[in-house]
């Protein structure tokens, strides 16, 4: 830019921002912070891969503990039940849709606002 053009000021934008909110579909309004519905057995894959992911990498990482520090058991054993709390949080938070969008929780109330019969 030079000197003599300003940029667009903070009005201007601001009227496009509207413009372009009021063009949004109704039911593009309604779940833009909710989840796309998924079919039950994707939802089923998705829980077991949660599940054994966790576990692969829990075990995993205790047998390699382990074999680095000489512990065997133990580390295979703590690192097995922290696999299993950690695949067991992570099914609980894909279900319930927590930290699906970063920085946004959503509230009792929006949950029960949503209008039914919308798959979610």
Do not use: C
């Not at 830019?1 to 309604?30: C, N």
């Not at 994707?42 to 074999?67: C, K």
């Amino acid at each position: 830019m030079t000197d003599d053009q300003h940029p667009p000021s903070l009005d201007d934008l601001d009227a496009r921002l509207r413009k372009a909110r009021e063009r949004e579909t109704p039911s593009a309004k309604a779940g833009r912070y909710h989840r796309l519905p998924q079919s039950p057995l994707g939802v089923a894959w998705r829980i077991g891969t949660e599940l054994v992911a966790a576990m692969i990498v829990g075990v995993g990482g205790g047998l390699l503990f382990d074999r680095w520090l000489g512990t065997a058991p133990w580390g295979l054993v703590v690192m097995f039940f922290l696999g299993a709390a950690a695949g067991v949080l992570n099914v609980y938070r894909s279900v319930t849709g927590l930290g699906y969008a970063p920085g946004y929780r959503r509230t009792h109330r929006e949950d029960h606002d949503r209008p039914h019969g919308d798959g979610q």
